[in-house]
């Protein structure tokens, strides 16, 4: 398997998992916002990853969230299923349990909280590799991870039979870059922090935009792919903007990602929202009437800038 046994490409969110009060999943909603952002333009959906709280889930729930996102998807993209664990054989069970659900691929990141050499590294991937029911998609997330797949892992990785893809979500461009230079005639590249550096990833060659912010900015984040691969640069830019933007307020303020994602969700009436399990929190006080504050006067600017782009 290499780049050209996939013919994946453009922008692919990450979705949430939208737990009810009591913590059970919300099938339904997780249906609808999946088929929401496709119809908005996306071109495949990844699940149970870092955006969908993979941590929080049972094995049992990963599985009949796969068959639940290859059901709302049908057939109109891939089914990437975040398959986020320690131990080589815990990914390998995901991969199967994955396969038979009807996924598409695993994303695979690497193991966390244990500091690993390069070495070490590579043999988690190796060992996978060699058992994984599915196709990978690298994913490089040290922020996350705490261990990071550098341009040269990455070069020796994409090397690996059943490797297709790399989501990278460093947040660092020259670490995406070197990523991209490295491995692009191998396998595809996918940039994770659209909403920080989309644009230029994608004028740098990137296969694809894999990204959060979707759940609460769509058709806007697909937008971003679509009027830069199609040239409309004014436009492209002032999205990249937008994105930027959301991002800083989403992170700031005591905010983390996910809640604030669900909780923006749940204040623009979309689905897929609902609350995060533990450890994760809802926001509240002023950390949540800023977040939703600010959220709807960055839309509000966006949605005249880009109607004036489109209209010049």
Partial sequence: MDRNSIDWTGPMPAVTTPFNPDFS??????????????????TG??????????????????????STAVKAIDGRGPCIIGGGAILPQQVIEQSGAAREAGADAILVMPPYFAHLTRKEMVAHYQAVNSD?????????????????????IADE????????AIKESSGDWK??????????S???????????????????????????FPNVWAPGGFDLWYASIEGRMEEAWALQRTGQAL???????????????????????????????????????TSLSELLEGTDKILASADATISFERRK
């Fill in 25 to 42: 999943i919300d099938e339904e909603s997780f249906a609808a916002n999946i088929d929401r952002l496709l119809t908005h333009g996306a």
């Fill in 186 to 212: 191998r396998i595809r590249v996918f940039c994770g922090p659209s909403s920080v550096f989309g644009v230029p990833a994608v004028l740098a060659g990137a296969d694809g935009l894999f990204d959060c």
């Fill in 175 to 184: 670490n995406f870059y070197g990523t991209l230079e490295a491995v692009k």
């Fill in 45 to 66: 959906i990844i699940a149970s990853g870092c955006t969908g709280e993979f941590w929080a889930l049972e094995a049992s729930e990963k599985t009949k969230l796969c």
């Fill in 247 to 285: 991002t800083d307020l989403f992170v700031s303020g005591e905010r983390t990602l996910y809640p604030a994602t669900k909780a923006v969700m749940n204040h623009l009436g979309l689905p897929g929202g609902g609350v995060p399990r533990p450890p994760l929190a809802p926001l509240d006080g």
């Fill in 132 to 152: 994984s029911e599915l196709p990978i998609v690298l994913y490089n997330i040290p922020g996350n991870a705490g261990n990071a797949i550098t341009p040269e």
């Fill in 157 to 164: 990785l994409a090397d690996l039979d059943k490797v297709v």
